[in-house]
């Protein structure tokens, strides 16, 4: 996410899983971090990222927008 004030963003397109699949999937984590250390992500942050595009200037952000939609 682009922080306020800054002409620049660090863009990446990404599917996010329905809250059921959310759920077991941070469930999982949760179990693993118990059995191996680490740290489990937050449920609303799993996503699964396709193409990362990196840190940009904001000025082409709007039509990278269109694209994905």
Excluded: C, N
Excluded at 6 to 29: Q, Y
């Amino acid at each position: 996410m682009p922080r306020a004030g800054s002409d620049r963003a660090r863009l990446f397109f990404a599917v996010w899983p329905d809250e059921d699949v959310r759920d077991a999937l941070a469930t999982t984590a949760l179990e693993a971090q118990a059995q191996a250390g680490g740290r489990a992500v937050l449920p609303e942050k799993i996503h699964l990222t396709l193409f990362f595009v990196g840190s940009i200037d904001r000025a082409p952000v709007p039509a990278l927008e269109a694209i994905g939609a």
